[in-house]
């Protein structure tokens, strides 16, 4: 039997990246109805959604052990640095998928399929890049943890 405590950490990621994903459509839809131009929209939304993707990320998926405004700050500018550039990465691939012939339609939509493999790979590289970048943890933190019974000893 597969024990989940030993993918805790992927099952939390991808549990509060679909909350994330709901964030960022409810904000997003909120403003259009209050008559906020589309840009705007779209831009607070996904504002709002890296916010508590960061956070969510630090406390409960990586449980990012630095303290104080600082280390915080340093975090959450690295965390919206790779997020920008993941979103970059984004808006290139997806327009040349298509091009590329991966322009199927799928609900009515003319290149979703693009949109939904290079999402995955966003959202595969935005784990590694938080894992190993920006809330890693450190040998001395790693030993810290394990001493004090704070992560399963598999």
Known sequence: MIKLTKYREQIAYLFFGV???L????VFTSFIHLGV??????????????IF???????????????????TLNEGLAFLASRLLTGVFELILVPVFVQFGVDGMI???????????????????????????????????????KSTGGEDDE
């Open 107 to 145: 609900f009515n939509t003319e290149g979703l399929d693009a949109k939904i493999l290079v999402s995955i790979a966003v959202v595969i590289g935005n784990y590694f890049i938080s894992k190993f970048w920006i809330f890693k943890v450190t040998s001395n933190e790693q030993l810290s943890l």
């Open 23 to 26: 964030i960022n459509w409810i």
């Open 19 to 21: 909350l994330t994903t």
């Open 53 to 71: 993707a960061f956070f969510t990320n630090k406390w409960w998926v990586f449980k990012s052990t630095t303290k104080g405004f600082k280390s």
């Open 37 to 50: 131009m589309l840009i705007i929209s779209n831009i607070v939304s996904w504002l709002a959604a890296v």
